[in-house]
């Protein structure tokens, strides 16, 4: 992967044109129009796509045409996702957006063909750490890994006196749930005995080695044994009532018990941590939910959010 062209303009809306080589700050390419703090520093577009694209107009189109700051070769725009990084030379970019808003007459290749490759392809980022680029530069790319562990909090599953559904059917969820998305996910499932220590133990493992979305099933009911939230609870240093109260009351119309689950959710560090009730029904009711909202917060937590 390189370096194709490094291309700038002084004012946003039109061609940029090709520079040997830029300088990168915290704010983006000096002498840029869209250098500033925001999380569009820094614009990137496949070679390949360009060239694709101009095939099917039986024209050629030059970098920098299409807005984009770097024009790449070799980067798969449809392996890349949110937060993954692109290493060139010392500069280091961080993924934050896919795709944008078509700009209709206000793009010269709209006008000139009626349509425009950056709306669908277009790769955005934001600077980490700067440094200088050229053409020519080899790109290093390293996908951002978006980490799950699912907890099932159970003495009698634990003890084999009979079997873990619940974990399962959180897994399930979310395997069909991020299958055709642009993540890179990982989960790994891990089943415990209700024992607020161990437990506890497992949340500041979570935080300190930064996996994204935590995911308890089992002991958020009244039960002495029943001691998710209430571990859970003082972990967390952002709480998000608003979710699991909207899943009490839309589930608690139908069938009152649903009110009686203690379940929580909020952030610690950059940790989602949600406590879900054991039973595999449940499970499915909350989870739908929740990933509503998840990849949402997650842009929020690492400041992506709109």
């Known amino acids: 992967m ?12 039109i061609i940029k044109l090709p520079v ?11 002498g840029d129009a869209h250098e500033g703090f925001g999380h569009r520093q820094i614009s990137l577009l496949s070679f390949e796509l360009m060239e694709q694209f101009g095939k099917s107009f039986q024209r050629k189109f030059n970098p920098g045409e299409f807005g984009e700051n770097i024009t790449t070769f070799g980067l798969d725009p449809e392996k890349v996702s949110l937060l993954d990084i692109v290493r060139i030379g010392e500069t280091v970019l961080e993924i934050t957006q896919i795709g944008k808003e ?8 709209f006008r000139a063909v009626g349509t425009c490759v950056m709306p669908k392809n277009g790769i955005f980022s934001r600077v980490k750490k700067g440094g200088s680029i050229a053409k020519g530069d080899a790109i290093i790319f390293e996908p951002r890994i978006l980490r799950f562990r699912v907890i099932t909090l159970s003495d009698r599953a634990f003890s084999g006196e009979y079997e873990d559904k619940s974990g399962p059917e959180i897994w399930k969820t979310l395997e069909h749930h991020f299958a055709n998305k642009r993540w890179h996910v990982e989960m790994e499932r891990r089943l415990f005995p209700d024992d607020a220590d161990i437990l506890k133990k497992e949340l500041e ?5 930064g996996i994204d979305i935590v995911i308890t099933t089992g002991g958020t009911g009244v039960d002495s044994r029943d001691i998710a ?37 909020g952030i610690m560090g950059t940790t989602q941590v949600y406590t879900l009730p054991g039973s595999v029904r449940a499970v499915g009711e909350y989870m739908v939910e929740i990933l509503k ?12 959010g709109h």
């Open 2 to 13: 390189k370096v194709v062209s490094v291309n700038i303009s002084e004012k946003k809306g």
């Open 293 to 304: 909202t998840m990849e949402h917060l997650i842009l929020m937590i690492h400041g992506i």
């Open 205 to 209: 493992s979570a935080r300190k080695e």
């Open 20 to 30: 040997p080589s830029a300088k990168i700050t915290d704010k983006g390419i000096a």
């Open 102 to 109: 078509c700009h209709g007459d206000d793009c010269a290749v």
């Open 229 to 265: 939230p209430d571990v859970a609870a003082p972990l967390l240093e952002k709480p998000l009532p608003g979710i699991m109260d909207h899943i009490r009351i839309k589930y608690g119309e139908k069938n009152p018990n649903a009110l009686l689950s203690r379940s929580i959710a």
